[in-house]
């Protein structure tokens, strides 16, 4: 084997060519693991997730869907943390369980972010209702959770 000469561009080109070459059998490999590993970036978020477990509008009450006017509740079910919501016309009551303060940062679909803070019982306001879908992450020295998109 000739020592390579790479102070010649030619020469550097045609040696990483070659040793690109040599590694075409292994290009599937290389990327499904590389799809592999990128897929862990985001599995924080994802143990974090607080799927809905329960949705006041999608239930049938006497035989009919809730009326405009009337409360919905709506309950984000996650380890160790849950969200409680009761949202009306123009506002939003929640409470994080178990009980404890926090800060509650909600994000809108257009992506706007604000906080707000839970008492030490877990209460919280949103004195408006977003526009859109909004999810909500909660910090509390219990954990942190993050609440699936939902319309309002």
């Known amino acids: 084997m000739t020592r390579p000469r790479w102070d010649d561009d030619e020469?550097?080109?045609e040696d990483l060519a070659e040793a690109v070459r040599d590694t075409a059998p292994f290009a599937r490999t290389i990327a499904?693991?590389?799809?592999g590993a990128l897929s862990w970036r985001t599995i924080d978020e994802e143990l974090l997730r607080a799927t809905l477990t329960f949705d006041s509008s999608l239930e049938p009450a006497a035989g009919t869907r809730a009326e405009p006017g009337e409360t919905r509740l709506l309950v984000f079910t996650s380890t160790p943390l849950?969200?409680?919501?009761?949202v009306t016309d123009d506002q939003?009551?929640?409470q994080i369980l178990?009980?404890?303060?926090?800060?509650i940062h909600i994000e809108t679909s257009d992506?706007?972010?604000y906080s707000i803070s839970a008492n030490e019982s877990g209460f919280f306001e949103l004195r408006s209702l977003p526009a859109g879908e909004v999810r909500l992450r909660c910090?509390?020295?219990t954990g942190r959770v993050?609440?699936?998109?939902?319309r309002l």
């Open 111 to 113: 992506g706007a972010e």
């Open 11 to 13: 020469r550097l080109f």
């Open 139 to 141: 910090d509390t020295a």
């Open 32 to 35: 499904e693991r590389a799809e």
């Open 92 to 94: 939003v009551v929640g």
């Open 82 to 86: 849950s969200v409680e919501l009761e």
């Open 146 to 150: 993050v609440t699936e998109w939902v």
């Open 98 to 103: 178990p009980p404890g303060a926090g800060e």
